[in-house]
């Protein structure tokens, strides 16, 4: 059930509250003193104290719905209780209560909640001695035997749950401000244990360990308010936050992981149109399993993006809260960004898969060709060459043999030509330097051709290398009135360049000009860049780069 506001004590209450439980230490303070308590003692009682009211306080009001300020309150109180020199019989009776109260603030940390079966039943057993057990023993004027079974039993419950501290923090990863909190819990539990052992053998080093052991749990409120310190610091930049998301929405991962102090942190978009989690990047992703490393935003109850991120996180909860809200703010553009880049992604599989299914349709039909239509056609024309021998002296007929035989010859270079066209043959059986050489041999003007392969570029990469060269060199036999040209194939960096320069007029119309822009498309298809540089009168320079792949 939800608390109402009108339940929670108000502001002025808790104000008021602290400032009566300081007035009520002060007043032991200066009563213990007088009484001729050593002010090495009374101190160490006033900071335990003082920290545990102080801290609740500071902690009740930066988070009224949670139960540990006022927890931490309440052990100040017990704390003073038990030191209540005057009233001998409440001082007697709360002895025990404040060790039992710092085991329960350590242990429901950090909602004030006790979530495990193992902590209620220890506390359960802790707070039967402390005070069940304490005011029988009280009563009957302690008997030795019960009085220290129950300083025992309390100092078997602190270290069970400094136990219960060690295993938290190796099992479940923690913040680093978080980690020092939990050693110094561990720590203050241990200090109790320590000091009903003590004070069950006695002897004179009990007043020592006893301070020491105060002023050592007092430390934890410290620890304590210092990481609030910090989380409340990190909360305020979140301002500063939504300025930068506004000014760079591009990128949003970085500024979330610098205020969630986070450098693993992922942002993930939900992309309706592909059913499926994509990366700032567009490309695909998957969330973690682990709920505690997800935290969705959502709009509307539709969800739009995810923080990716290290489950300690859920212990600073107030922080996470703030910079996902201040993140619903800017996703909306990122996750638009996003779409883009999925689309473009899409895009680029699909041209590349269309392109792919198209080389080798037309290496199959390349094949088909050169297997049927062309054999056919050779054998036709070796029949006809036969069928001449054998003609004898007959002019006309020898006449309309090799007529068509001619025309056979014509279809066969016309076929070639096709083909050749379709897929070049010669790249898939002799390599990408062959048949440059054998394009260089047939170009319109000479050519000083140079290959330096230093990598192994796939077949489609090949192709395309071989078509720039050759849709090149077509230019300029038809268009650049050159007198030369130079062809520099080479390998950098992952990389193949392909460089093709003549000295022609220039002036070449890249974009009108359908031969430049299909090289363009074949280039981009396979992830790379095509350039071409024609000033007038000065030559044409087409440059070509494929991933080496």
């Known amino acids: 059930m939800r608390r109402s506001v009108s339940a929670m004590p108000k502001p002025g ?5 602290g400032a009566a439980l300081l007035a009520g230490q002060a007043a032991v303070a200066v009563a213990g003193i007088r009484q001729g308590v050593a002010p090495v003692h009374v101190a160490a009682v006033c900071w335990l104290t003082a920290a545990y009211t102080v801290s609740g306080l500071i902690a009740w009001r930066h988070r009224p719905g949670n139960r540990f300020g006022p927890l931490m309150v309440l052990t100040g109180a017990g704390s003073l209780a038990s030191s209540v020199s005057w009233l001998h019989q409440i001082g007697l009776v709360a002895d025990l209560v404040p060790l ?15 979530t495990s079966r193992l902590a209620r039943v220890l506390l359960g057993i802790g707070y039967v001695a402390a005070v069940g057990v304490h005011v029988v023993s009280v009563a009957l004027d302690f008997p030795a035997v019960l009085y220290q079974g129950e300083l025992l039993l309390v100092g078997a419950v602190a270290l069970a749950g400094a136990a219960l501290m060690v295993a938290r923090r190796r099992t479940r990863p923690l913040r680093r401000s978080l980690t020092v909190l ?4 561990t720590l203050g539990l241990v200090m109790i244990a320590v000091l009903l052992v003590v004070g069950v053998l006695g002897g ?5 360990v006893q301070r020491l052991a105060i002023v050592l749990l007092g ?21 500063d936050l939504v300025l930068e998301l506004r000014e760079d929405p591009a990128d949003l991962g970085t500024p979330l992981a610098r205020a969630l102090r986070d450098p693993s942190l992922r942002l993930l978009y939900w992309l309706p149109d592909f059913d499926a989690w994509a990366g700032e990047d567009g490309r695909p992703a998957t969330l973690p399993d682990d709920p505690d490393r997800v935290t969705v935003i959502e709009e509307h109850r539709t969800p739009v993006a995810a923080l990716v991120h290290d489950p300690a996180l859920r212990d600073e909860a107030d922080l996470l809260a703030a910079v996902t809200a201040a993140a619903a703010i800017a996703v909306r553009t990122g996750r638009l960004q996003a779409q883009l880049r999925a689309n473009v992604e899409e895009l680029r599989g699909s041209r590349a898969r269309v392109a792919e299914a198209g080389r080798r349709e037309r290496r199959r039909l390349e094949r088909d060709l050169h297997d049927g239509a062309q054999q056919r056609l050779v054998a036709l024309s070796l029949n006809l060459g036969v069928l001449q021998t054998r003609l004898g002296d007959d002019a006309d007929a020898l006449a309309l043999v090799r007529e068509a035989r001619a025309e056979i010859a014509t279809s066969l270079a016309e076929l070639r030509d096709v083909a050749h066209g379709l897929h070049p ?3 898939s059986a002799h390599g990408l330097a062959v048949a440059l050489e054998s394009l260089t041999v047939r170009a319109p003007v000479p050519v000083r051709l140079t290959v330096d392969l230093g990598c192994s570029p796939s077949e489609a990469v090949e192709v395309a290398a071989y078509y720039v060269v050759s849709e090149c060199l077509t230019n300029v036999g038809k268009h650049a009135a050159a007198s030369s040209a130079t062809v520099d194939v080479r390998s950098s960096e992952g990389t193949l360049v392909i460089e093709v320069v003549d000295d022609g007029r220039g002036g070449a119309d890249a974009e009108r000009g359908s031969g430049l822009r299909g090289l363009a498309d074949r280039v981009e298809t396979l992830g790379g860049r095509l350039r071409v540089w024609t000033p007038p009168d000065q030559g044409t320079r087409v440059r070509a780069e494929l991933p080496c792949e």
Do not use: N
């Open 13 to 17: 209450g808790r104000t008021a509250l």
């Open 100 to 114: 039992i109260l710092i085991v329960h603030v350590f242990l429901s940390y950090p909602s004030g909640r006790l």
């Open 182 to 185: 939990i050693d110094a819990f």
């Open 204 to 208: 004179p080093a009990f007043p020592a």
């Open 219 to 239: 430390v934890a409120p410290v620890v304590f308010l210092a990481g609030l310190l910090q989380a409340r610091l990190a909360r305020g930049s979140i301002g």
């Open 425 to 427: 043959a010669v790249v």
